[in-house]
């Protein structure tokens, strides 16, 4: 009896079935779309900075309210702070003094809330405000005699 070389039974392929390239193809679009996504959305610290300014403001106007005293917050350039008669103090829930604006984010003010929370420019809330105050490309809005921050 001869010795016959053992044929496979099926050929040995060394290249990709086309699940694998789709499931590859699936995963490559889904990981495109997150950085796409990631790196066009340049406003979202713009948005991030604008709600976390309004809330501040409103902390400083619920505290002057609340103490009967004026609280305020003082904006300058890339950074901002809560005041009341003592001088800087910390907003609740801060680890620091200064809350800093993201790189492309600025304003300048300086707003007092006397205890009916109504805005005005001094710390002795003397000189209640004659127009809006507004920051941040107009975002920030704080109305005269009312206080109301949209």
């Given at each position: 009896?001869?010795?016959?070389?053992?044929?496979?039974?099926?050929?040995?392929n060394p290249g990709f079935t086309i699940i694998e390239v789709v499931v590859v193809l699936i995963l490559?679009?889904?990981?495109?779309?997150?950085?796409?996504?990631?790196?066009?959305?340049?406003?979202?610290?713009?948005?991030?900075?604008?709600?976390?300014?309004?809330?501040?403001?409103?902390?400083?106007?619920?505290?002057?309210?609340?103490?009967?005293?004026?609280?305020?917050?003082?904006?300058?350039?890339?950074?901002?702070?809560?005041?009341?008669?003592?001088?800087?103090?910390?907003?609740?829930?801060?680890?620091?003094?200064?809350?800093?604006?993201?790189?492309?984010?600025?304003?300048?003010?300086?707003?007092?809330?006397?205890?009916?929370?109504?805005?005005?420019?001094?710390?002795?809330?003397?000189?209640?405000?004659?127009?809006?105050?507004?920051?941040?490309?107009?975002?920030?809005?704080?109305?005269?005699?009312?206080?109301?921050?949209?």
């Open positions: 009896m001869k010795n016959e070389p053992v044929q496979p039974k099926f050929r040995f490559l679009g889904v990981l495109a779309a997150v950085a796409v996504a990631r790196f066009t959305d340049t406003g979202a610290a713009e948005r991030a900075a604008v709600d976390r300014l309004k809330v501040h403001i409103r902390q400083a106007q619920g505290l002057a309210m609340n103490s009967g005293t004026p609280w305020g917050v003082n904006a300058v350039g890339g950074s901002y702070h809560l005041r009341n008669a003592d001088g800087k103090q910390r907003f609740p829930g801060e680890d620091d003094d200064d809350i800093d604006f993201p790189s492309e984010v600025s304003a300048t003010f300086t707003v007092y809330f006397d205890s009916w929370g109504r805005p005005c420019s001094d710390q002795d809330c003397n000189t209640p405000i004659s127009s809006a105050i507004t920051a941040i490309n107009s975002r920030v809005t704080i109305t005269p005699e009312t206080g109301f921050i949209p």
